[in-house]
T-cell receptor, first 113, second 110 residues
Framework: DTGVSQDPRHKITKRGQNVTFRCDPI?????LYWYRQTLGQGPEFLTY????????KSRLLSDRFSAERPKGSFSTLEIQRTEQGDSAMYLC???????????FGPGTRLTVT | GESVGLHLPTLSVQEGDNSIINCAYS??????FIWYKQESGKGPQFIID?????DKRQGQRVTVLLNKTVKHLSLQIAATQPGDSAVYFC?????????FGTGTSLTVIP
């Protein structure tokens, strides 16, 4: 257990539905990352927060995706109008300031049917 | 996007032998690299890192080698144990984004 938690661990949804995932980073970590990982591939960067500010978004993050970190603590990732291609593991990671040693959560596995 | 590739998708070693996992990266501007271990159903776990101003770094049973001339990274695991069985990823940092390779699946044969 790295100290980063994600909820839910598994989510099955029907195409077209909206889903929201939550990430709770290690409390003193001010940087938070979201990644998507498909089977057999490495994680792909989605977005990055420093405190509550979203500083970077990947081109993978279409307008159906939105992420927030309202108080600089937990973060949510929402996917609207889910598509089958959204099926993947969604990983969250956090780091301390001035460090790139990322601590990953266990991930949320999304299945879109 | 950036390209970080692994030479071998799978590797099988006998318990007690040394393992070497290789990784090629494409951007000479990358200045920081990490090796991760990922077990089934879990998120990646940090193993060891190295900055671009270093050629070698050692940890407990693990060594990372960086060859900037050919943009190659390797992870050496000494005396491989069954608990080392997992998928290993290298990742390079470019600006503030990490780019991960595809991964090598290491199987340790008892």
């Amino acid at each position: 257990d790295t100290g980063v938690s994600q909820d839910p661990r598994h989510k099955i949804t029907k195409r077209g539905q909206n889903v929201t995932f939550r990430c709770d980073p290690i409390s003193e970590h001010n940087r938070l990352y979201w990644y998507r990982q498909t089977l057999g591939q490495g994680p792909e960067f989605l977005t990055y927060f420093q405190n509550e500010a979203q500083l970077e978004k990947s081109r993978l993050l279409s307008d159906r995706f939105s992420a927030e970190r309202p108080k600089g603590s937990f973060s949510t990732l929402e996917i609207q109008r889910t598509e089958q291609g959204d099926s993947a593991m969604y990983l969250c990671a956090s780091t301390r300031a001035a460090s790139y040693e990322q601590y990953f959560g266990p991930g949320t596995r999304l299945t879109v049917t | 996007g950036e390209s970080v590739g692994l030479h071998l998708p799978t590797l099988s070693v006998q318990e007690g032998d040394n393992s070497i996992i290789n990784c090629a990266y494409s951007n000479s501007a990358s200045d920081y690299f990490i090796w991760y271990k990922q077990e089934s159903g879990k998120g990646p776990q940090f193993i060891i890192d190295i900055r671009s101003n270093m050629d070698k770094r050692q940890g407990q049973r693990v060594t990372v080698l960086l060859n900037k001339t050919v943009k190659h990274l390797s992870l050496q695991i000494a005396a491989t144990q069954p608990g080392d069985s997992a998928v290993y990823f290298c990742a390079e940092l470019l600006r503030i984004q990490f780019y991960f390779g595809t991964g090598t699946s290491l199987t340790v044969i008892p």
